[in-house]
């Protein structure tokens, strides 16, 4: 950022941890816009006995994401 290569609807931004809106605000790097895409992967998972829907597991046991592989973040939920 401090090499002025970043701007914020226009205007050369230069200030570590400057707030934007990313509905408004048009934000450019090298003079090229940066586009935000909002690619939503839904995984429908029959969860097996012994697994547990969460992200971290202090005792040890088997996840849900141990199950699934992919790039993207997944954030376990379940049924309420």
Known sequence: MRSGKIKV??????????KIDPEKD???????EVVIK???VYI????PIGYVTTSSE????????DLVKVSQRVVPVRKA
């Open 26 to 32: 048009k934000v450019e790097f090298d003079n090229k």
């Open 44 to 47: 429908l998972l029959n969860k």
């Open 9 to 18: 609807n226009g205007k050369v931004v230069t200030e570590l941890g400057f």
């Open 58 to 65: 202090q005792f040890g046991r088997d996840k849900v994401l």
């Open 38 to 40: 909002d690619e939503k």
